[in-house]
């Protein structure tokens, strides 16, 4: 026998199930007025500094079916690339984010202010990024993956960099649409599966 | 402690990503590896809610659908417990939100079509942060048992949905509490997701009778451990990572 460790076990997730937005966004789900409004509408708060971008996407099972059930949750840093609630940070962006497919369609859109690079704690520069965690009926465990920007230097990304194989890097890479606007598919499985993060 | 590197999740405590007799997950679930890393500045923050996010009926879902004006229909309970980490330390005012079906089975949902019908008194959410010690309470019905299309003859066990944020973005989770004696747990193909019997036997919160209240309600413990941060005064850099 050897000394016991006295550390507790995670408690174990379970999905959310269909009717997550009942719990998290109650007023997106038909239930306005227990909560003044639904928690996360938005990152920021109009005056906040930098770009503001709006992301569009779908979550897509492994048939290709886009899911209508999904709710997101967003973290970002603001524009300067410091997390909200570290010194500096802009007050005007809360950095979370909480938005839900659409019942009908699965289309998901993010709107927020384009993230500053931020240093890891080896001193190196992650690439501005969105992190992004994602539950919906049949997602035993909610998700961890990254949303970058195509038109950013991703190159030496120290995450992007550890991807094998590399062109999977893609999947965590929002195309650019228009001025302001990108494209984010998440493919849960199958072909051209995103890379999601045990991180 | 609110800074330093996350100790990485111990996937085998967690449920298996598919199962196949939780048809949905099949099409649901990653089938690459997920790419393990350290936590960075990402994962080690997240949102941080305060007190005046909260009004007075919000951890009180027997009253908050009306706004007091009625008392939802059902068996009155009173769910408690403590947000702990994996040091054993407790996470104070960190968000806990709750969901659940009324005590007939129906969720207040526009894709529920159980026939138990809806309780004009019950919405079925609430929310509250926990105390300096972690501790956190709700009022509320004991939910229904329902049917879900899955297998042949699938029956939800009873159960309250919890969301628990922390203080990390990585340590994000959502569970289910499931009660005391309910022999529809052992038939559940999303409790049985979970390999490990004894992580699933803490899904299950026991009989707290001595947190009951005399003729008013019985009480129910349900303890939440998030991943905690690794206690070190030493962290070196890997060279060339
Ligand atoms: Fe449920």
Redesign the pocket.
């Known amino acids: 026998m050897v000394q016991p460790l006295e550390t507790l076990t995670e408690t174990a997730s379970q999905t959310a ?3 997550v937005h009942i719990g998290c966004i109650p007023s997106f789900a038909g239930l306005p007025g227990v909560y003044p409004e639904d928690l996360g509408l938005s990152p920021f708060s109009e005056g906040a500094a930098g770009e503001v971008v709006t992301i569009t996407g779908a979550v897509l099972d492994g048939m290709g079916a886009p899911l209508r059930d999904a709710m997101i949750e967003s973290w970002q840093a603001d524009a300067a690339g410091r997390y909200p609630g570290t010194p500096g940070a802009d007050p005007l962006v809360s950095g979370f984010c909480r938005f839900a497919a659409d019942k009908d369609t699965g289309e998901f859109t993010l709107r927020t202010i384009r993230p500053g690079a931020v240093t890891g704690h080896d001193g190196r520069a992650m690439a501005p990024h969105v992190s992004l965690w994602i539950v919906a009926r049949g997602i035993n465990i909610g998700l961890h993956t990254r949303l970058y920007f195509e038109d950013a230097d991703n190159a030496s990304d120290p995450l992007l960099s550890r991807i094998d194989p590399p062109a999977r890097a893609q999947t965590l890479i929002a195309q650019r649409t228009a001025p302001g606007a990108y494209r984010f598919d998440i493919r849960l499985q199958g072909a051209g599966e995103t890379v999601f993060l045990d991180i | 402690m609110t800074t330093g590197r996350l100790i990485p999740r111990r996937r085998d405590a967690h449920p298996v990503p598919r199962y196949a007799d939780y048809k949905t997950s099949v099409t649901r679930s990653p089938t690459l590896p997920l790419l393990s890393l350290e936590s960075t500045p990402s994962e080690e923050t997240g949102p941080r809610f305060g007190h005046g996010l909260i009004g007075p009926l919000d951890n009180d879902l027997i009253r908050n659908f009306s706004g007091g004006e009625g008392l939802a229909i059902g068996e009155r309970i009173r769910v408690h417990g403590r947000v702990l980490d994996e040091n054993g330390r407790p996470v104070p005012h960190t968000l806990v939100e709750i ?3 009324n005590a007939g089975g129906r ?1 207040r949902h526009v894709k529920d079509g159980y026939f138990a019908p809806l309780d004009p008194n019950f919405g079925g959410c609430g929310r509250t942060l926990t105390d300096e010690h972690g501790v956190y309470e709700f009022m509320t019905v004991r ?1 229904g048992a ?1 049917p879900w299309p899955n297998r042949g003859n699938d029956w ?1 066990p009873m ?1 309250i ?1 919890v969301s628990v944020f922390g203080h990390a973005f990585g340590q994000r989770l959502i569970t ?1 509490m499931y009660f005391e004696g309910d022999p529809l747990i052992d038939r559940c193909p999303i409790a049985a997701t979970v390999r490990d019997r004894a992580q699933l036997d803490r899904l299950v919160a026991p009989l707290d009778i001595g947190a009951s209240r005399p003729m008013d309600y019985l009480a129910y413990r349900f303890d939440i451990v998030l991943r905690g941060r690794r206690q070190t005064m030493f962290e070196n850099r890997l060279e060339g990572m």
Request: charged residues 10%; aromatic residues 30%; positive net charge.
């Open positions: 199930g269909p009717y | 969901w659940q079906a969720y939910p329902y939800r159960h949905h289910q």
